[in-house]
């Protein structure tokens, strides 16, 4: 079993950035494919960034393509988002998530409990 635990999120004015954090439990996060996804109010969850495992590719959403990075620290069992040119549209809660084998897929094993991002005007 894998717990993820984020971290990172909160208030941010438009424009401006902020870094998340996702920690993972297990000895073989380095073989995991890992990603944020987020959910609006209203909205359907959707995925934001993918990153495969053992230095796989990324992938992004076009909303967040040229803001956005994922990126990963295997040495510390944790995947970064960092998030810049906020915009009002990107608040919603977002997720850490966990795929069991080294592609990201659409309905990743693991989820962490969310946290909540709020990009003022």
């Known amino acids: 079993q894998v717990q993820l635990v984020e971290s990172g999120g909160g208030l941010v004015q438009a424009g401006g950035s902020l870094r998340l954090s996702c920690t993972a439990s297990?000895?073989?996060?380095?073989?995991?494919?890992m990603g944020w996804f987020r959910q609006a109010p209203g909205k359907e969850r959707e995925s934001v960034a993918r990153?495969?495992?053992?230095?796989?590719?990324?992938f992004y959403a076009e909303s967040v393509k040229g803001r956005f990075t994922i990126s990963r620290d295997d040495s510390k069992n944790t995947v970064y988002l960092q998030m810049n040119s906020l915009k009002p549209e990107d608040t919603a809660v977002y997720y850490c998530a966990a795929d069991k084998g080294l592609l990201p897929t659409a309905r990743p094993d693991y989820w962490g409990p969310g946290t909540q991002v709020t990009v003022s005007s």
């Open positions: 990153i495969g495992g053992i230095g796989g590719s990324k």
């Open positions: 297990g000895r073989t996060f380095s073989s995991y494919a």
